[in-house]
């Protein structure tokens, strides 16, 4: 496979010869030669100097190779790679319903043409930029707990983005990524469910990285951004993509050993909402309060202006000022 020699080049800090490659995979030279031509030919910059050998220069910001490499664990088990989509939670529903896709099955695509965002928006999804991914997870829990895997998804991407950027990045209920009050990407769950377990669950994640402003729609740009606006750097979305599936798998074991107490305490330590006085938008009606607090199954807690509590399971919440 080209990422075994891929997994070579990158424990090498110099040149690897031809023929250790050859003895470590048990190959031709000339298989070898066709393999790193293939990885040439999928963006790594790899030189040859036949003295030396093969040393690896450069990899592309988005590398289906360069994630397998990294990313090890009992949880994923394949990731499908695509240049441009109509919708990666699409592609992953459609799949699943076939069950041609096992548990642990990730979808990435370089573009989408109808991203898909929650209540039915469009997220915009430009090529080479952003990561458009989405998660395939038969978890085996009841319905009821299907909002639980958002919480669980913002905590990692949340992690994961302050770990590789520096930047403060909390989560808006119920499923906003947002950096300086600007939203810098989103969560979208899809379930089938059965009446007493969620049979196949989608989680759609899309993060604007290297986005500028100029290139978002005039109506957004003054409430989204992205890592690259943020912070002034080009960052991988390789990289980023291996820290999100790595908090993901640690947070997923936490899950399924302790419950949700564990994830509830620390989205509250990341929320954006908890304690300020919002409005929300369900449907043609609103209603707003002091957001109080989530429940155990990651439901918003508002407290209304005659004291008494309301729980809410979706919505759109804007922060009062």
């Known amino acids: 496979m080209p990422e075994n020699i891929l997994q070579l080049l990158k424990g ?18 000339a298989a070898v030669w066709k393999k790193i031509k293939k990885l040439r030919n999928k963006g790594f910059i790899i030189i040859a100097t036949p003295s030396k050998g093969y040393k690896l220069i450069n990899s592309p910001d988005l590398s289906k190779e360069e994630i397998e490499i990294q990313v090890q664990g009992d949880l994923w088990k394949n990731i499908i790679f695509y240049q441009s989509v109509d919708s990666t ?27 898909k965002g929650r209540l039915g928006r469009t997220w915009i ?10 998660i395939i997870l038969r978890p085996e829990i009841e319905p009821k707990d299907a909002t639980l895997l958002t919480v669980l998804t913002s905590i990692a991407c949340a992690l994961a983005l302050r770990g590789i950027s520096g930047l403060k990045v909390v989560i808006k209920w119920p499923n906003d990524l947002m950096v300086s009050e600007k939203k810098l990407g989103g969560i979208l769950t899809e379930v089938r469910s059965e009446p007493e377990r ?57 899950f399924k050993s ?57 919505g759109d919440v804007t922060i009062l000022r």
């Open 198 to 254: 969620i049979k196949t669950a989608v989680i759609g994640i899309g993060i604007n990285v290297n986005i500028e402003n100029k290139d978002f729609p005039a109506e957004i740009r003054d409430i989204a951004t992205s890592i690259k606006n943020e912070t002034g750097k080009y960052l991988s979305r390789s990289e980023i993509i291996i820290r999100i599936l790595k908090e993901f798998e640690a947070w997923f074991n936490v």
């Open 12 to 29: 090498k800090a110099g040149f690897i010869s031809g023929q250790e490659i050859s003895d470590s995979l048990g190959i031709t030279r």
């Open 258 to 314: 302790k419950g949700s107490r564990p994830l509830l305490e620390k989205w509250k330590q990341l929320s954006s909402t908890l304690g300020k006085n919002v409005k929300v938008a369900i449907g043609d009606s609103t209603v707003s309060g002091l957001a109080r607090d989530i429940d155990e199954e990651g439901m918003l807690i508002l407290e209304l202006k005659s004291g008494s509590l309301r729980k809410i399971s979706a």
């Open 89 to 115: 939670n699409e592609i992953a529903m459609l799949s699943s319903a076939k069950n041609d896709t096992e548990s642990g099955t990730i979808i990435i695509a370089d573009r989408q043409e109808k991203g």
């Open 125 to 134: 999804s430009p090529p080479g930029l952003n990561i458009y991914m989405s």
